[in-house]
């Protein structure tokens, strides 16, 4: 220890000085929140304020990708798989079946506008179809629910009344959904 009036070094550890005899103050022990020493294994890094904010940056992480990969059809849970259309129509609206694949440019554009529709038009139900089978990339042309409507093309339209009797498909049924989203007022 360097004593504080002689600048000399005292070899012990006690309070007076060797050389010069003097007292030192008796140095109180470090208290932990003076201490700039690294912690030790008791405590923990993270403070209640981090651990809430790591909850909200998983939360915000998982409503962002499960947006990303939520599937907006009908039959997400078994995609280009033969279904029966009939089953899924509702009853007392116009429905509206729109057979689509990710892979198509034109059913990704007009997708968001056809849901959009559906919002503003609570005597429409839209039924969106996914032709691909899982694991398919690409356009599934080949898949049993493509084959079970004949698809040729996609977006393909089928146009029900609300008895559940097919009015339009095809392109007539393209016409007229086109027709609908200009007269609701949205752009394509």
Known sequence: MVCPYCRMFTPDQSYKCINCGSVMAK????????????RSGRESFFRPWMLGILA??????YLFFNRQTQSHSV????PGVEMDIGMMLQKGK??????YSDYCPPCRKISPLLR??????PD?????VDINRKGVKGIDWSSPLARQFNLQSVPYFMIYDGEGT????????YTE????????????
């Open 94 to 99: 116009t429905n509206i079946v729109d057979f």
């Open 166 to 173: 097919l009015l339009k498909q095809g392109q007539e049924a």
């Open 124 to 128: 429409l139900a839209l039924l969106s």
């Open 116 to 121: 959009e529709l559906a919002a503003k038009r």
């Open 177 to 188: 959904v086109v027709q609908l989203l200009i007269a609701s007022g949205i752009q394509l």
């Open 27 to 38: 140095k109180e022990p470090a208290q932990p929140q003076d201490r700039m020493s690294p």
């Open 56 to 61: 909200l940056l998983g939360v915000l992480a």
């Open 75 to 78: 039959n997400r849970y078994a």
